[in-house]
C-alpha cells in the first residue's frame, strides 16, 4: 500500500506542482491517476520513488516514509515504465531487460534466461533478445521496457503514460496484455494517463486531478463515470460517459428471450414459412453446432435473403455496452447471446437493454444526470 | 627516389618514429584527462563556465608560441621533445573536454531518466550508461585531435624536436625536394592511418550504431 499524506510539491519557478494530495493507493490493483497535462499527475507518480521530494507531506510505502529510505535501493523495487521508454541504446534487448536483476547483482546466466522468459510472456518473439533497442519498433520497444520494469519482480510498477506514443491498434492490444498480464501477477500499479477511456478500462481505482494540482475526485471508473462529483469531472470523462458506463454493467441478467433460428441449409421457401408463422421478418441462421451465423430477412427475395452477417455477439460474461453495441449493429435490433461455446442462447433487443438499464437506475435511487448537475461540489475541488 | 629512399631509411624511420611518439602519447594523455572533466563539467554547474572558458583558452594558444614557453613554465631543457608532449596533451585535453562534454549532453533525457528511475546510482550511470552511448561523439573528436596533432608534430622540428618536420626543415637546409616531399607524404599517411584506426576501434567499441542501419 502507499499512500500520500497532504503532499504538496511546489516548483522554484513558483508554478505548484501538487497541492495537498492525499491518498491511498492499495495493494495490488491498478490505481490510475488521470487528469489534463500540467495537472500534477506525473509530479505525484514521480514523488513515489523519489525522482522529485515533496515540499511537504510524506509518502509511506507499506507504512513506511519513502524519504528515509535509500533512493536507489528503493526504485530498485518499484519497475518504471515512462511514454518515451527510455531503453539504453547500447546494450542489447536482454540486457536491457536484466538491468535491474544486474543491479541488484543477481547471475547473469540466470538472469538472461529469466529476461528471455519473460520477453515471451510480453508477446515478443525471443529473436530479438540479441538485437539493440534502434532495431524495434515503437510497439516492441514499450513491450520491452515493461518486461524491464517487470524483471526484478518489484511489488510496485510505476507507469506514465506507457501507452501514449504508439497507434490506436497497438495501444489497445497492450492494454489487454496488460489487463491479462495484472490478472496473473497482482503488482500494485500507479498509471498515468490524459486518457479518460484507458482509465476507466485499465483502473481498479481512478484518480483525477484538476488544475493547480488537487486531486478532485478518487473513485473506481464506474462511480466516476456514475457519479462525477463535479462539473470538471463530468467535462473530463466527456459525453460518452453514459455509454461508457455500460461497460461496468454485466450483461447477465438481461431478459434473454428466444430467437427465431433456421439451419444455415434451410432453402428460401423454408426461410419465408418460418418467417410468416413467427411473424419476425429477420431469422437468424444457426450452423450445425447452434453457432449463429447470419440474419436472414424472411421477406427477401433471391438467393441471399439480404444476408447480414452476426457480428458481435455477447456472453454473460460481457458487459450491457457490448449487448448494446450488438443490438444496434444487429437489422433485427436484436443482441445475441450465446454460451462459452458460441452456441446461441437467445436474443435481446435494444429497447429492452434500454428499459433494464433504466430499471438499474431507478433501483440505485440517484441518476448520472443528478451528480453532473451539482455544481456546487465544485466549491471544494 | 628509391634509391633516395634506400640510402636515408635510417634517418625517416627514426623521424617517424618519433612523430608518432610525439603526436599519439598526447592523444592518450589528453583523454584520460578529458574524460573526468567532461563529467564534471556535465554534472556540476559550478565546473561547467570555468572549465569551458578554460579550454577555449588553451586551444586558441598558437602552438610555436607553446612549444617555446614550455620551458620557462615547468623548468624543462629547450630542446625537450617533453616540451611538445605537454604542450599537444594541452590541446588535446582542451579538444576532447568539449567533445566529452558534448557527447554526455547528447545523451536521451529518457534513457538517463530511466537508468536513474531503475535504481542506478549516479556514478556507475554515467561510467556504465552516459559515457558508453557518448563514445560516437567523443571519437569524432578524437578522429580531428589525432589529426591536428600530427600536423602540429612538424611545427616542433622548429624547436628541433625531431619528427617527419625535421625532414622539412633539413630538406629546405639543404634544398631537396626529395627530403620535403617524402616528409608531407609520410605526414599525410600517418594522418589518415590514425583516422582509419580510431574509426574501426569505434565501430568495434559501439555495435549498437551499425544495428540502427540494418533496421
Same mark, same amino acid.
Given at each position: 500500500m502507499i499512500e500520500f499524506e497532504s503532499v504538496t510539491k511546489r516548483f522554484p519557478g513558483g508554478g505548484v506542482g501538487v497541492e495537498d494530495v492525499s491518498l491511498t493507493i492499495p495493494t495490488g490493483k491498478i490505481t490510475v491517476f488521470v487528469g489534463p497535462s500540467g495537472c500534477g499527475k506525473t509530479t505525484s507518480l514521480r514523488m513515489i520513488n523519489r525522482m522529485l521530494e515533496p515540499s511537504s507531506g510524506r509518502i509511506l510505502h507499506d507504512g513506511q516514509d519513502?524519504?528515509? @529510505?535509500?533512493k536507489a535501493k528503493l526504485r530498485r523495487g518499484m519497475g518504471y515504465v515512462i +511514454? +518515451?521508454?527510455? @531503453?539504453?541504446?547500447?546494450?542489447t534487448i536482454v540486457d536491457n531487460v536484466c538491468t535491474v536483476p544486474f543491479l541488484l547483482g543477481r547471475s547473469k546466466a540466470r538472469a538472461r534466461a529469466d529476461a528471455v522468459a519473460l520477453l515471451e510472456r510480453v508477446?515478443?518473439?525471443?529473436?530479438?533478445?540479441?538485437?539493440?533497442?534502434?532495431?524495434?519498433?515503437g510497439g516492441q520497444q514499450q513491450r520491452v521496457g515493461v518486461a524491464r520494469a517487470l524483471a526484478a519482480d518489484p511489488p510496485v510498477m510505476l507507469m506514465d503514460e506507457p501507452f501514449s506514443a504508439v497507434d490506436p491498434i497497438v495501444r489497445e492490444s497492450l492494454q489487454d496484455e496488460f489487463l491479462r498480464l495484472q490478472h496473473d501477477l497482482g503488482k500494485t500499479i500507479v498509471f498515468v494517463t490524459h486518457d479518460v477511456d484507458e482509465a476507466v478500462k485499465l483502473g481498479d481505482q481512478v484518480a483525477v486531478f484538476g488544475g493547480g494540482?488537487?486531486?478532485v475526485q478518487v473513485d473506481a471508473p464506474e462511480d466516476l463515470l456514475g457519479r462525477p462529483r463535479n462539473a470538471f469531472v463530468a467535462s473530463l470523462i466527456g459525453r460518452d460517459r453514459g455509454y461508457r458506463r455500460l461497460s461496468f454493467v454485466p450483461a447477465r441478467d438481461l431478459p434473454s428471450h428466444d430467437v427465431v433460428t433456421v439451419s444455415t441449409d434451410a432453402t428460401t421457401r423454408e426461410v419465408h414459412e418460418t418467417s410468416e408463422r413467427t411473424g419476425k421478418s429477420w431469422v437468424l441462421s444457426v450452423d450445425s453446432d447452434g453457432r449463429p451465423v447470419s440474419w436472414l430477412d424472411g421477406r427477401g427475395d433471391g438467393d441471399d435473403l439480404g444476408r447480414v452477417p452476426v457480428g458481435n455477439t455477447f456472453t454473460d460474461d460481457d458487459s450491457c455496452r457490448a449487448a448494446l453495441d450488438g443490438a444496434l449493429a444487429s437489422p433485427a435490433g436484436l443482441a445475441v447471446h450465446v454460451d462459452a461455446d458460441g452456441r446461441v442462447v437467445g436474443g435481446v433487443g435494444h429497447d429492452e437493454i434500454a428499459r433494464y438499464v433504466t430499471s438499474l437506475r431507478s433501483a440505485e435511487g440517484g441518476t448520472a444526470e443528478d451528480a453532473g448537475q451539482d455544481a456546487a461540489v465544485e466549491a471544494d475541488a | 627516389m628509391i634509391e633516395f629512399l634506400s640510402v636515408n631509411q635510417g634517418r625517416i624511420l627514426g623521424d617517424l618514429e618519433q612523430h608518432l611518439y610525439l603526436s599519439l602519447l598526447p592523444i592518450i594523455i589528453g583523454l584520460v584527462i578529458a574524460i573526468p572533466l567532461g563529467m564534471l563539467a556535465a554534472n556540476s554547474r559550478w565546473a561547467n563556465a570555468p572549465l569551458l572558458g578554460l579550454s577555449s583558452v588553451t586551444y586558441s594558444i598558437p602552438s610555436l608560441a607553446l612549444f617555446i614557453a614550455m620551458p620557462g613554465i615547468i623548468g624543462t631543457k629547450i630542446l625537450d621533445p617533453i616540451n611538445v608532449v605537454i604542450a599537444l596533451s594541452l590541446y588535446t585535453t582542451a579538444l576532447l573536454f568539449r567533445s566529452v562534454l558534448d557527447g554526455l549532453r547528447a545523451v536521451p533525457e529518457p534513457v538517463k531518466q530511466a537508468s536513474t528511475a531503475m535504481g542506478m546510482r549516479r556514478a556507475r550511470q554515467l561510467l556504465t550508461v552516459e559515457l558508453p552511448v557518448a563514445i560516437p561523439v567523443v571519437a569524432a573528436g578524437l578522429r580531428v585531435a589525432a589529426v591536428s596533432n600530427i600536423s602540429l608534430v612538424s611545427v616542433g622540428a622548429l624547436i628541433g624536436?625531431?619528427?617527419?618536420?625535421d625532414l622539412f626543415t633539413y630538406g629546405f637546409q639543404i634544398g631537396s625536394y626529395y627530403y620535403i616531399g617524402s616528409g608531407i607524404v609520410l605526414s599525410v599517411l600517418l594522418a589518415l592511418i590514425a583516422d582509419v584506426v580510431i574509426v574501426v576501434i569505434q565501430r568495434i567499441a559501439t555495435p549498437w550504431t551499425r544495428a540502427r542501419a540494418a533496421r
Open positions: 519513502v524519504a528515509k @529510505l535509500d +511514454q +518515451q521508454v527510455g @531503453l539504453l541504446p547500447h546494450r508477446g515478443l518473439d525471443p529473436v530479438i533478445a540479441k538485437r539493440y533497442p534502434a532495431q524495434l519498433s494540482g488537487r486531486l | 624536436v625531431g619528427g617527419l618536420g
